[in-house]
Nanobody
Framework: QVQVAESGGGSVQPGGSLTLSCRTSGYTYVNYCLAWFRQAPGKEREAVATINNDGRTAYADSVKGRFTISKDDADTSQNTLTLHCNNLTPDDTAIYYC????????????????????????WGQGTQVTVSS
């Protein structure tokens, strides 16, 4: 059974930084994609950043240059996904979700597709990020 669990959310002032983590386990696909999504109140869920098993990354234009996604798969029984968020603004306030797409890769083009989230099989419960002064 695939398990996905986020941590690291919180409150920060504009211009501050946060690091989100996600522990994933229970899947054995050679090819996979790990991603961070977010959903702000009254807005649709949007993809923030993705990383494939080969290390290729993709970012939403709104976070490019400010957010960095990475993964640690040294432990073959689990994969830890991290999102370093810098220079945060109130527009970054949202619930952030970690997700796993088994047997599939993402890129910048597919991130812009309306059904992008449908490729992801397993989701965490989400962690709140609030940016305010």
């Amino acid at each position: 059974q695939v398990q996905v669990a986020e941590s690291g959310g919180g409150s920060v002032q504009p211009g501050g930084s946060l690091t989100l983590s996600c522990r994933t386990s229970g899947y054995t696909y050679v090819n996979y994609c790990l991603a961070w999504f977010r959903q702000a109140p009254g807005k649709e869920r949007e993809a923030v950043a993705t990383i494939n098993n080969d290390g290729r990354t993709a970012y939403a234009d709104s976070v490019k240059g400010r957010f960095t996604i990475s993964k640690d798969d040294a432990d073959t029984s689990q994969n830890t996904l991290t999102l370093h968020c810098n220079n945060l603004t109130p527009d970054d306030t949202a619930i952030y979700y970690c997700a796993v797409a088994r047997g599939w890769w993402a890129d910048t083009r597919t991130m812009r597709e309306s059904d992008f989230a449908s490729h992801f099989d397993d989701w965490g419960q989400g962690t709140q990020v609030t940016v305010s002064s």
